[in-house]
């Protein structure tokens, strides 16, 4: 079994407000730290049947930049559930959700 790591370093203020994130993950075809100012990161817990998330943004993601990170984590949620699920219907009607969502916030010009 090959094995990789995820590294995710949040550096945060004296009010614990990320300030800083940077990630690094092996055999991403990505090199070197990154920076970033957004992520959402969420788990399935088997045993307590529920869903684990972190969510996170440094003082510097503009309301803009928030709007286009929720339509494209959405829009990319339709596919990965798709794909799980192999359900077009309601992956479809994500999408559709998704598309709305960006017409309203000016994310997708209408």
Excluded: C
Aim: a negative charge; aromatic letters at 8%; hydrophobic letters at 35%.
């Amino acid at each position: 079994m090959k094995n990789s790591e995820i590294r995710i370093k949040v550096s945060v203020d004296d009010q614990n407000i990320p300030e800083k994130i940077e990630w690094q993950a092996e055999g991403s075809g990505v090199e070197g730290v990154k920076p970033a100012k957004s992520l959402m990161i969420t788990l399935w817990d088997s045993p307590d049947n529920g869903t684990l998330r972190i969510d996170l943004w440094t003082k510097e993601m503009m309301v803009e930049e928030m709007q286009r990170f929720f339509y494209e984590t959405m829009s990319s949620m339709a596919d990965t559930y798709e794909r799980a699920t192999n359900d077009k219907t309601e992956s479809v009607a994500i999408r559709e959700f998704a598309t709305a969502f960006g017409k309203r916030t000016k994310v997708l010009k209408s």
